[in-house]
């Protein structure tokens, strides 16, 4: 598929990996190419498995982008929260294999699938904007709303609690946790399930169901938007 993204279709099964050697920043190349990925899913009529690479998830996006500003760090931010609005409304089911940490984008993307599956080990599920001076985007608390239980909630959105794969099912980063060894394993057992669903009544629910939530986190990423440009 590309550089930093995998794409490899069995049956009617898309396993999509993210892998750039280090912690799977979300950077403007990574973003594109993710995208071209779900593109093909769709046209496919593909159940998705978006995975990342031993250890990590996504660390979020990256940083040295983010820092440098401009026109290409909001981009990649709007650009960003926009493939967490279409993994929302993804028309096949959408499983994420959390294959480690998924931090700040990272796990807004996480909380955008539709199943959840994380590896067991030492990572850290968070949301670390307010623990590095800022502001959570509106986006952002649209995204952990709509998954995350009330309490949880707080203390991820306003306190940036690490949580863990041991208490991230109660919370709700999670549906599912496995050993490492057997995500792939888990994630595939659980795309073949979703095969036996009827994907346009699968597409039309899902839009029903979280019709709120998608009209709530489209006017929260354009005033976003509209608050960095004026």
Known sequence: MGTVVSYALDGR????????????????????????????????????????????????????????????????????????????????PVIIACS???????????????????????????????????????????????RLTPACFNRALLLAEQFSPDNAVEAGFLDRVVEPAELAGAAWSTAETMLTLNFDAHAASKLRAREPVLNALRAAIDADYAAVTG
């Open 100 to 146: 480690g940490h998924a931090i700040a984008m990272g796990v807004f993307v996480l909380l955008s699938g539709d199943y959840r599956i994380g590896a067991a080990g030492p990572y850290r599920l968070m949301a670390n904007e307010v623990a590095i001076g800022l502001p959570m985007p509106q986006a952002a608390v649209e995204i952990m709303r709509q």
């Open 13 to 92: 099964i898309a396993t999509i990996g993210l892998d750039d050697g280090k912690v799977n920043v979300l950077s403007p190349a990574l973003l594109a190419e993710l995208n071209a990925a779900l593109d093909q899913a769709e046209g496919e009529r593909a159940v998705v498995v978006l995975t990342g690479r031993e250890g990590v998830f996504s660390a979020g996006f990256d940083l040295g982008v983010l820092r440098a500003g401009g026109p290409d760090a909001l981009g990649m931010v709007q650009a960003g929260f926009e493939l967490a609005l279409r993994l929302l409304s993804f028309p096949a």
